[in-house]
């Protein structure tokens, strides 16, 4: 089966085409991030518009490199949710018009489920049942995966996610946007220990995250740091750059932890953008080896959004398409509401 996949979810324009015997046969992104980046976040109407005019130009793209025509293309899914309304809207229109053009079916994919499948388009696929810590901008939760579509979520954010708990964060420290690489970044010339963060709701049991308090924490941070002054100098800006992000994924670490021991799985599966954070992966690593635990990540182009992992998920999902024209969306879907395949 050679299925077509369109990401339109949020900020990136995503196609691919995977089979399901060749496996991945060719991906294209096109990032919005320097339409939204005078606006410090991401504009719905602006990124909607941009799906509109970058959708197709991609398509054709991918079917070249592909070397396929597209005949051969035997379905298309798109990312029918969670995310912008009018972005998904942008998507599944294409989608299911190229499907009704070419005479295939047309099925619709759950965003972080592509996410949480992503790591099996590598070599080194992770086998059923692992625990799954997606986090990106829009979501933080932690699930346990025992097959496709077989999903508990153990935790969840409460109220900020920790990519928006970031981009928020560096909205503060003037670092621009998008948050979660400028304040990597630096980080890295922070000093250890000169402002102690909070690691929120880790002092009682559980596995839900909270990101809106140590994104308000930060803000006062800054402004004690500042006085009365206009911006706080660099290596004052680094070192609060520093503590916001160790305390922001040694959460993750913590709830993960957690989890794999609640659990008793033996592999963890990171997907989502914040997955690229490289501090992340340090600590992760350390924490899974204590653990006797086997770690995945997807290759790095493939933890943001991308149209490979919505090829993939809707390879696996083709026999549920929908026959319908009609451009249905859902903004808000729970994973917990996908049928086992």
């Not at 943001?304 to 993939?312: C, E, F, P």
């Amino acid at each position: 089966m050679r299925v077509l996949g369109i990401e339109t979810s949020c900020d990136d324009t995503g196609v691919a085409i995977f089979d399901t015997r060749q496996g991945l046969l060719a991906h294209a992104l096109y990032s919005q991030i320097e339409t939204h980046r005078e606006y410090g976040g991401v504009v719905p109407e602006l990124a909607a518009r941009d799906h509109i005019r970058k959708a197709i130009p991609l398509v054709d793209a991918v079917i070249k490199a592909a070397g396929c025509a597209a005949e051969s293309i035997q379905g298309v899914a798109y990312t029918k949710g969670p995310g912008l309304a009018g972005a998904l809207l942008a998507g599944s229109a294409v989608a299911k018009g190229l499907a009704f053009s070419w005479g295939v079916p047309a099925v619709g994919v759950h965003h972080m489920e592509g996410h949480l499948l992503a790591p099996m388009l590598e070599q080194d696929a992770p086998q059923f049942p692992f625990v799954a810590l997606l986090v990106s901008g829009g979501h933080t939760l932690l699930a346990e995966v025992k097959g496709i579509g077989e999903y508990t979520i153990l935790g969840q954010s409460l109220d900020d996610a920790v990519g928006e708990a970031f981009d928020k964060t560096a909205k503060i420290l003037s670092l621009g946007y998008p948050g979660g690489p400028a304040i990597a970044k630096a980080a890295l010339q922070g000093r250890p220990g000169n402002y102690q963060f909070p690691r929120p709701m880790t002092n009682r049991p559980g596995m839900d995250f909270s990101y809106s308090g140590l994104k308000t924490f930060a803000l006062t941070t800054v402004q004690k740091a500042a006085g009365d002054a206009d911006q706080l100098d660099q290596q004052t800006t680094a070192d609060i750059a520093h503590a916001f992000q160790e305390a922001a994924v040694e959460t993750l670490v913590i709830k993960s932890k957690r989890a794999l021991k609640q659990t008793g799985a033996k592999r963890l599966v990171v997907a989502g953008g914040v997955g690229a954070n490289l501090r992340l992966r340090e600590l992760l690593t350390q924490m899974t080896v204590s653990q006797n635990t086997k770690l995945y990540f997807p290759r790095i182009e493939f933890c943001t959004d991308n149209g490979a992992m919505i090829a993939y998920a809707g390879a696996m999902r083709i026999h549920q398409a929908d026959q319908s024209t009609a451009f249905q969306v859902k903004p808000r879907w729970s994973l917990e509401d996908l049928a086992p395949i």
